[in-house]
């Protein structure tokens, strides 16, 4: 069933003040954290936040250019940088009074949409969409970036509730694109990904014709992959190594292993 509009809105309120409450009293050492992004730290993942809400709102982009770019991947990362670096200098505290404000007028402009503004058209990280479909990719990432600062900090939480099940929807999404086109699965495969947890679910993709799309659960999958949501989340988006992964035992590979390892090791899908 499709996410109400105004849950969305409600939601990014649920997910800005996690992050505040989960960033209120860090010490400048814990700032500094390096956390499972390349090049980022718990300061950097907020900054990154901070700027693209910033960017959002319409604030004049910084005449900067960071000085070490060796981590970024494409343009989009390069200009995720540009934000993130700008505010390098500056004191945690100061870049999350910053998120505070920020995300303080973004709600205010949110909260003040109307039914209709939800079908405006605009570009989103994935192409031309809705507002709507804007709002739904910022909460994830939001979300995301909540969980890189978490498990930097060994702090762990979000797990479960609406936004945690926003974002396990927004990954399965990409699961026919992961089984089909990167991991080339032939037709007739059939995969369940299990992913346990509150948030979690069991969820199947069916491939023919050389394409994917989530079928209904099949009696006989061609394979079964069971992790829980943390570990679904750093395969999908990038954090974690596959390899490394495999090896820990956090994935339970049930049917054709070949297979199921194949598509492990193709699950980031985040550009």
Known sequence: MPEKDENLVDNM????????????????AEWKTPTDCPGWS????????????????????PDH???????????????????????????????LEEFHDVTRRRLALLKALTPG?????????IGPGALRDFL???????????????????KPGHLEGPVAEHSMDRMLMAM??????????????????????????????????????????????????TMDLET?????????????VLGSGKVDIDGDRVLGERVISQMGFMI
């Open 136 to 154: 739904a990719i910022r909460l994830f990432d939001a979300w995301v970036h909540e969980q890189d600062i978490r498990r930097a900090l060994g």
């Open 117 to 125: 503004d939800f079908d405006q058209a605009t570009e989103t990280p």
């Open 65 to 95: 250019t960071p000085k070490d770019t060796s981590f970024v991947k494409n343009d989009i990362g390069r200009n995720n940088e540009t934000l993130v670096d700008w505010r390098r200098p500056s004191k945690g505290d100061f870049v």
């Open 232 to 244: 679904f989340n750093c395969l999908g988006c990038g954090r974690w190594d596959p390899t490394e």
């Open 42 to 61: 718990v300061q950097d993942q907020l900054s990154h936040l901070t700027g693209s809400e910033s960017s959002i709102l319409g604030e004049p982009r």
């Open 176 to 225: 026919p694109f992961v089984v089909a086109r990167k991991a080339q699965a032939a037709d007739g495969v059939t995969e369940v990904f299990h992913i346990s947890g509150p948030a979690g679910r069991k969820a199947a993709v069916g491939v023919e014709g050389q394409r994917a799309k989530v079928i209904d659960l099949p009696s006989s999958p061609s394979v079964t992959l």
């Open 13 to 28: 309120e649920l997910v800005w003040r996690s992050i505040g409450d989960l960033c209120r009293d860090l010490t400048e």
